[in-house]
C-alpha cells in the first residue's frame, strides 16, 4: 500500500517518558511535532526547578531536535524548522505549594499546562479516586482556576473528579482540557482503573465551552486491555467525534518509559501513603503497550489506519494537532497586561 503523508502538526498532549536522545529521535521518527511533557507530579517548587534545569540541558544538548515552546506560534515555528516543540506541563499543583504567585512564576518559565489534582483530593479540588466527590474548592480552586486563567495556562482535567471536572468547566473563563483519558461510555465501567475515563456529561460540557479531549492507548482505559487492536481504537476515536464533535476530539497519549517500578510507586502514592489506592502487582511489567504502539515512532501507522476507517484530511488533521493548536492559540497566545 502506497504510503501518505499529512500536513498535519501531530500533537502528542500528553508523554511521561524518562527523556533522552533516543525519545527524542522516536518522536522525529513518528513524525511527532509537538509533545506536552510532564514535570511534576507530587515535586515540590524547588524540586520541579530542578527537573526544568535538567530540562535546559536537554535543550542544549539535542538542540538539533527539540526545543521549548511556550506559545502556539512557537510551535509551529519549531516544527519549521524540524524539530520536535516541548510544551511543559504538572499533572498536580503540588509544585504550586498551595501559593497561587507561583503559577505566574512557573509560566514565566514556560509551564503552560497544569492538571489540577493527581487523582487524590488537595487544596484545590478532588481527584478521580476519592470515594466522596467534594469537587473543585470554593475558595482556594476557583481562585486558581481564574488564576491560570489570567496568566494563560491551560487547565487539565484528565485526572479529576466528576464533579471536579464540571465545576472547573463552568468556573473557568477559557475552555478547558481533559489531555489524556477516554470516554467512559466507549470503554465500559469494568475497565481497570474506571475512574480514570471520563463520563459523557462531562464531555459534552466540556465541548460545549470549548475544549478538547486527547484519548489515549494506555491499556487500562481500553475496553480491551492489551487485546485493544490498532482498528478497535480508532473506533474508539470514530465514536467519540461524532458523539462529541471532531473540533473537541485529539490525542493524548499518556505514553512513559523508561521507569522502574519506584517511579509507578511515586506517582500512585507520592509522599502522603505508604499504599497505593489502585494495587500495583509488581509481578507485572512497568511499562504496558499494545504491539501497535510500543513507542511514538508507530503514529505513522496510526494515521494511515485512521485514513483506512474514513477519515479525510480535514477532519484528519484536527484530530492529530489542529484542535490542540486551536486550544493553545487562545490560551498560550493570549496578549499579557
Known amino acids: 500500500m502506497e504510503t501518505t503523508t499529512t500536513r498535519a502538526i501531530v500533537v502528542d498532549c500528553l508523554q511521561y ?21 510532564t514535570l511534576a507530579v507530587w515535586e515540590t517548587a524547588r524540586e520541579t526547578l530542578s527537573v526544568i ?26 516544527v519549521a524548522s524540524g524539530r520536535t516543540a516541548v510544551v511543559f506541563g504538572f499533572q498536580n499543583t503540588a509544585p504550586f505549594e498551595d501559593d497561587i504567585r ?21 487544596s484545590i479540588a478532588a481527584g478521580c479516586w476519592e470515594d466522596e466527590d467534594a469537587g473543585l474548592s470554593t475558595h482556594v ?21 466528576e464533579r471536579t471536572c464540571l465545576d472547573t468547566i463552568e468556573a473557568s473563563r477559557e475552555p478547558v482540557a481533559v489531555t489524556h483519558a477516554n470516554p467512559l461510555e466507549f470503554v465500559g465501567a469494568d475497565v481497570e482503573l474506571n475512574r480514570r475515563p471520563k463520563s459523557s456529561l462531562v464531555l459534552r460540557e466540556l465541548a460545549a465551552r470549548g475544549g478538547v479531549v486527547g484519548l489515549s492507548p494506555y491499556v487500562r482505559m481500553l475496553k480491551n486491555g492489551m487485546q485493544t487492536t490498532e482498528r478497535e481504537f480508532v473506533d474508539m476515536i470514530s465514536w467519540t467525534v461524532d458523539t462529541f464533535g471532531v473540533e ?18 511515586w506517582w500512585r502514592m507520592g509522599r502522603w501513603a505508604r499504599e497505593s489506592p489502585v494495587p500495583i502487582d509488581e509481578a507485572k511489567p512497568v511499562v504496558e503497550w499494545p504491539t501497535w504502539f510500543e513507542s511514538p515512532t508507530a503514529f505513522p501507522t496510526l494515521v494511515e489506519t485512521m485514513r483506512a476507517s474514513g477519515f479525510k484530511d480535514a477532519d484528519l488533521d484536527k484530530v492529530l494537532g489542529g484542535n490542540w493548536l486551536r486550544l493553545f492559540d487562545q490560551i498560550f497566545d493570549k496578549p499579557t497586561a
Not at 535546559?56 to 526545543?67: I, R, S
Not at 507561583?102 to 488537595?122: C, E, P, S, W
Not at 490525542?251 to 510507586?265: C, R, S
Open 141 to 161: 480552586g476557583r481562585q486558581f482556576v481564574e488564576e491560570l486563567n489570567d496568566v494563560g495556562m491551560l487547565i487539565d482535567l484528565s485526572h479529576c473528579s
Open 17 to 37: 517518558s524518562k527523556p533522552s536522545r533516543e525519545r527524542f529521535l522516536e518522536w522525529k521518527h513518528g513524525r511527532v511535532g509537538c509533545v506536552h511533557v
Open 53 to 78: 534545569g535538567q530540562w535546559n540541558d536537554l535543550f542544549a544538548e539535542n538542540g538539533d531536535l527539540v526545543a521549548l515552546a511556550r506559545t502556539a506560534a512557537e510551535i509551529r515555528a519549531v
Open 102 to 122: 507561583l503559577v505566574k512564576v512557573f509560566h514565566d518559565l514556560g509551564v503552560r499546562i497544569a492538571q489540577l489534582t493527581y487523582n487524590t483530593q488537595n
Open 248 to 265: 473537541h476530539v485529539a490525542l493524548g497519549t499518556d505514553f512513559y518509559t523508561g521507569y522502574g517500578i519506584e517511579a509507578v510507586k
